[in-house]
């Protein structure tokens, strides 16, 4: 018997903007299935890190496999393709445009209209508000709202991993609570989620495991559970 290969691994990872070494040599790994956080200050590299993976910067070294796929350096349209889909930070929502056509904009690239149209109503069912909101410009969305439309949007493309940057970010701690209840009901969908979030104690609260990533590296990992009550994890992003 073999020992199942992780959905997503990443060997020996390498971003640098310039003369800046932004990520140092991270290796993580997502099995299918799971939720895994990545926690760390700010610049750490936690976008850059979710940047390469996701095929907006190529990576200066490293590798990054997907399903046992060498996706390592694709640009952007075939991450997607091949399964990996980012939700960024900030949302990147056009504003000005409605929701339907923030969702048909997403996918028409990569599906038919008539699949596409199925799809999109699948999104409207597990996002009501955006379904009733449809013809609205999505500017008029409240933040929490916005931040679903990103998820819906990225959901279109059936990722094979989700990779989430900050979804909380600017949002009321009621509507964090609502986010992490959303992020929840799309793992119990079946999708493997990397999660990047500043509230680390909710993040660790729905992963199973963790990486704590500090100046480009890997500073610590572990069971998600386990890292919530390491010391080091309290007195830095626990507030304990
Ligand atoms: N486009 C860029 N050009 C130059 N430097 C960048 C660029 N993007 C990020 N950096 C630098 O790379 C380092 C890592 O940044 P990154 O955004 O990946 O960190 P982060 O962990 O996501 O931080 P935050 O918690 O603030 O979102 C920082 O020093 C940052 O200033
Ligand atoms: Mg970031």
Not at 73 to 92: D, N
Not at 142 to 148: D, K, L, P
Not at 154 to 164: D, I, Q, Y
């Amino acid at each position: 018997m073999s020992v199942a290969a992780p959905l997503l691994e990443v060997e020996d990872l390498h971003v640098a903007y310039g003369q800046v070494e932004a990520v140092r040599g991270v290796s993580l790994r997502v099995d299918e299935g799971q939720i895994v956080t990545l926690i760390g200050p700010n610049g750490a590299g936690k976008t850059s890190i979710l940047s390469a993976l996701a095929g907006l910067v190529k990576p200066r070294a490293g590798r990054v496999r997907l399903g046992g796929v060498d996706v390592t350096g694709l640009p952007a349209h075939r991450t997607v393709a091949a399964g990996l889909v980012l939700v960024p930070e900030g949302r990147a929502i056009l504003g000005r445009m409605t929701i339907e056509e923030n969702l048909r904009l997403a996918g028409e690239r990569r599906q038919a209209a008539g699949a596409l149209a199925v799809a999109i109503e699948e999104q409207y069912r597990r996002f009501p508000v955006l379904g009733e909101r449809r013809r609205q410009l999505a500017g008029s969305l409240s933040g929490g709202q916005q931040q679903m439309l990103a998820f819906a949007r990225a959901l279109l493309s059936r990722p094979r991993v989700l990779l989430l940057d900050e979804p909380s970010m600017g949002l009321s701690p009621i509507l964090v609570q609502q986010i992490f209840e959303t992020i929840r009901e799309i793992h119990r969908g079946g999708t493997t989620i990397l999660l990047v979030e500043q509230n680390a104690r909710l993040a660790l609260s729905v992963s199973s495991f963790g990486y704590v990533i500090e100046h480009g590296r890997l500073a610590l990992q572990g069971a998600a559970a386990e890292l919530a009550i390491d010391a080091r994890v309290q007195a830095a992003y626990l507030g304990g």
